[in-house]
């Protein structure tokens, strides 16, 4: 009996080498540029964007829409200068391997601990206490938005009222 030919590309097994614990073993993607979701969102909104403006066809698929859906709801930083402001507090620790600063800036870790725990391969990059200084940076980023953002509404409605 003949076996029915096959109806898709055999895959290579996977490497087996790809590994975000203490040690990060990221394989193929060790050295590949990795984006938070907030820098995500910001490309493929500006892509959509720029796609409509062109008026070429977005192609929006189901995947898309979930993947927009999905960065829109846990990207922590909406404004461009934040995300900015964010990719260079985190670009500035040298130490750390681009998935880590990633994940930082994803994450949103409170503390030094719960940072250590959710990325183990930061255990022996970085002390406590410059962790812990990092992380307070990219909240006060975060403050600074809330309060602007929460200034502006205020100056809107003021301005608003008096026209």
């Given amino acids: 009996m003949v076996a029915p030919a096959p109806t898709s590309r ?6 087996g080498d790809e590994e975000a614990s203490t ?10 540029d990795a984006l938070t979701h907030s820098e995500a969102a910001l490309v493929i909104n500006a892509l959509v964007a720029k796609r409509r403006g062109d008026r070429k066809n977005v192609n929006e698929t189901e995947i898309l829409s979930k993947t927009q859906e999905y960065l829109d709801h846990f990207a922590r930083f909406k404004r461009k200068e934040n995300v900015e402001a964010v990719e260079r507090l985190l670009g500035s620790r040298g130490e750390l391997a681009k998935f880590e ?14 940072a250590k725990t959710l990325i183990p391969s930061l255990q022996d990059k970085i002390s406590d206490d410059d962790l812990t200084e990092l992380l307070d940076e990219i909240t006060k980023v975060d403050g600074i938005y809330k309060l602007r953002s929460s200034s502006d509404s205020v100056m809107k409605f003021q301005y608003s009222k008096s026209v």
Avoid: N
Wanted: glycine fraction near 6%.
């Fill in 23 to 32: 040690v990060l073993k990221l394989g193929e993607f060790q050295d590949v």
């Fill in 101 to 114: 600063r990633a994940q930082l800036g994803s994450l949103c870790c409170d503390t030094a601990d719960e």
């Fill in 10 to 15: 055999s895959r290579a097994p996977p490497a």
